[in-house]
């Protein structure tokens, strides 16, 4: 007896083969011999039956594990001589029997082995379960040996047989477990020669019609400083406009002294709405620079640092009061004396906060200050754009009433503090016109914007007189109590923002087209 799987001879009672591996129970059983009897009567020895294997059979890959086709070509297995005539080749009808070739009948009377296999099936044979479909490769049919044909009562395949092979169909669609990748080319479905497309879920790029332009990726949302302190500024300006800033007392009534807690909007009636203004530039210009903006990030600087000039202006005129009453009280006599108490409360140092958060925030925009890998801004528009800032801080030093032009550094009665407001005010609006103008990039172009937030709108009320203590840019000009704004300073202004919008307008029409 031999091997089911490996078809190696093996001996009664063996176990394993000891070519393949494979357990034997059930094939090396001793068993008693059954007589076998054919259909015609004929007692035929058990000895000389034998069963086909799959080793008989053309081997099959492991990996071909596809289904028949849907019409498969029969494979016709030839007559066995003498013993089973009728079980290998059934009766014909006798239509049929009319077909057969006479050559034929005599070579297979005479004992003739198995015919050479062709490409020549005859259809009119009917299928039988004595016909076998054997394993066919590109329309070749194979005879199987006389030898290996099952009869009898064991033509039925045995029940321990592991596999069964099935015919394929054409070229095979084969894959490698171990790289999972697909081969190139067409792909046969299963049983069928439809063409299907090969996909991979994940998105497996074979260099064909799946390969596409992707768009860059984004950074997305990505927290920074200049946010969280543009928030802190917010938050800092609210309560400011509501606290109090100063308390101012004396142990009796003094001219020359206003007593009285004061607060922002007793300073002027615009600073509180101004203070707003710039805070929310601040918070709006860190929201932007937190998703890549660069020029999201120079408006937050540029209104950091004018929400510092607000803060020194805001200070200066809190001094004045202060400085005014202490002047007073210097000069008091013996009968004329009196006990001052000033009280600089909370709102004095939300100013003096928010003045330095303005300054943080700038420090930390600066990190974005980088061109990006984009073009410059037109350099012409630039250089006129930096012009119409040193206009704009030019127009509140301008002296008024046969004041020298040195008493915008001082004068007698009033706090150096004031001047040193008015001074720092204008030096930031300078610089945050001239350096975001000839930056010619969009961190400038920012910076510009956000460094005239505040100063226009102190502008546009003082111009409008709105409210009953409206304050101008630095205060106005020195010589005159006029609220209204020099006209040096209103050309400064109109100039900055339309250049702005120009130079803005520019830049995205530019960019467009790149």
């Not at 009948?105 to 020549?120: F, N």
Request: negative net charge.
């Amino acid at each position: 007896m031999r091997c089911h799987v490996c078809n190696v001879a093996v001996g009664d009672g063996q176990r394993f083969c000891h070519e393949c591996g494979e357990s034997l129970d059930g094939v090396t059983d001793a068993t008693q011999a059954h007589d076998v009897i054919t259909a015609d009567g004929v007692e035929v020895d058990p000895d000389d039956v034998t069963l086909e294997t799959r080793s008989d059979r053309e081997p099959a890959l492991e990996s071909e594990t596809v289904a028949p086709p849907s019409q498969p070509e029969p494979h016709v297995v030839p007559a066995h001589r003498g013993a089973l005539p009728d079980l290998a080749r059934p009766p014909l009808d006798d239509d049929a029997a009319h077909d057969v070739d006479d050559d034929d009948a005599a070579w297979w009377a005479a004992g003739g082995g198995a015919p050479e296999p062709t490409d020549e099936v005859d259809d009119t044979l009917p299928k039988t379960e004595a016909m076998e479909l054997a394993p066919a490769s590109h329309s070749e049919l194979h005879a199987v040996p006389e030898e290996t044909i099952p009869h009898g009562p064991l033509a039925d395949p045995p029940a321990f047989e592991p596999t069964t092979t099935m015919p394929t169909t054409g070229e095979r669609s084969t894959w490698s477990d171990v790289t999972d990748e697909y081969p190139p080319g067409n792909v046969r479905g299963v049983g069928s020669t439809a063409e299907m497309a090969v996909t991979r879920p994940g998105g497996l790029f074979d260099g064909g019609v799946d390969e596409h332009d992707l768009p860059p990726a984004s950074g997305g949302f990505r927290l920074r400083a200049s946010f969280v302190f543009g928030f802190l500024a917010m938050v800092a300006t609210l309560m400011a406009s509501v606290a109090d800033v100063t308390d101012i007392r004396t142990t009796r009534p003094v001219d020359g002294i206003i007593v009285g807690i004061r607060t922002l909007d007793d300073f002027g009636t615009n600073l509180a709405v101004a203070g707003f203004v710039g805070a929310a530039l601040m918070l709006v210009g860190g929201l932007l620079s937190c998703f890549g903006l660069r020029w999201g990030a120079g408006l937050a600087g540029g209104a950091g640092l004018s929400m510092t000039g607000w803060a020194a202006v805001t200070l200066g005129l809190v001094e004045a009061p202060i400085h005014a009453a202490e002047g007073v009280t210097a000069n008091a006599n013996e009968v004329t004396a009196f006990t001052l108490s000033v009280t600089r409360d909370l709102g004095y140092f939300l100013i003096l906060a928010i003045g330095v958060l303005g300054l943080v925030v700038f420090i930390v925009s600066l990190r974005m200050a980088g061109t990006g890998g984009r073009g410059g801004l037109n350099p012409w528009i630039a250089a006129v754009g930096a012009l119409a800032a040193v206009v704009l801080a030019a127009g509140p030093l301008i002296t008024l009433g046969g004041a020298p032009l040195d008493a915008n550094l001082g004068t007698i009665g009033v706090p150096k503090e004031f001047f040193a407001g008015r001074l720092v005010q204008l030096a930031l609006i300078v610089v945050t016109g001239v350096v975001g103008f000839l930056s010619v990039r969009t961190y400038g172009l920012g910076l510009a914007a956000g460094g005239l937030g505040v100063a226009t709108w102190m502008w546009i009320t003082s111009l409008a007189e709105v409210g009953d203590l409206p304050v101008s840019i630095a205060v106005g000009n020195v010589g005159t109590l006029e609220t209204t704004p020099h006209a040096v300073t209103t050309v400064g202004v109109t100039a900055s923002l339309a250049l702005l919008l120009i130079a803005a307008t520019v830049a995205t029409v530019t960019r467009r087209r790149v």
